[in-house]
């Protein structure tokens, strides 16, 4: 199978002009935009990233990420307990929302992007369909992931209105919202064209053998 490495050939991000790179690195003649055939430093930089997103994610769910002040007091609640209090309350679409996305996706994004790490790492050649598929869709719920700072704001502004409590943000929301942006440049970081290197040196290497053979 041809490839456009194979043909020397490199697309730029910024004006998508297709260029041949001889040297494997340049310039685009175009818009002078560095050309690579991969993303330099892929791997490292999404390790980095994906590294401190699972860090601040324990602070993220164990911090307040709200706080709430009335006549009666102060209460403080993470995400779990603000899905408890949500759900307890017969908010059981809402909670059901909070938790898919303010939980499981980040978690689930960072275990998609660490499977595509790891296989990536150790140029493996399994299911490369199905890990392309899984890379789209990392990108695509990575713009849903800061639902649960959108529902704080949300929160905030109606109570505020009302002028007998208040919500404010607690550490947890910046935590969060820096794990949801690690985790979008971890995604940004990694190039997906490194599932098929693997596959392209086998068949490179097939083919090699097969015309020594003849």
Known sequence: MTTAQRMRLANCHDCGLLSRLPGGHGHCPRCGAALHFRKPASLAKTWAYLIAAIILYIPANTL???ITGSIVGTQADTILSGVVYLWTSGEWPLAALVFFASIMVPLL????ILLLLITCQRRSRWQPQQRIKLYRLVEFVGRWSML???VVTILA?????QSLASIAAGPAAVAF???VVLT??????FDPRLIWDPIDEEQEASGENHDTSH
């Open 64 to 66: 307040p990420m709200m």
């Open 109 to 112: 994004k960072m275990i998609a």
């Open 148 to 150: 649960d700072i959108y």
């Open 157 to 161: 502004a109606l109570v505020q209105v």
């Open 177 to 179: 919202a820096i794990v």
């Open 184 to 189: 979008m440049l971890s995604a940004m970081s």
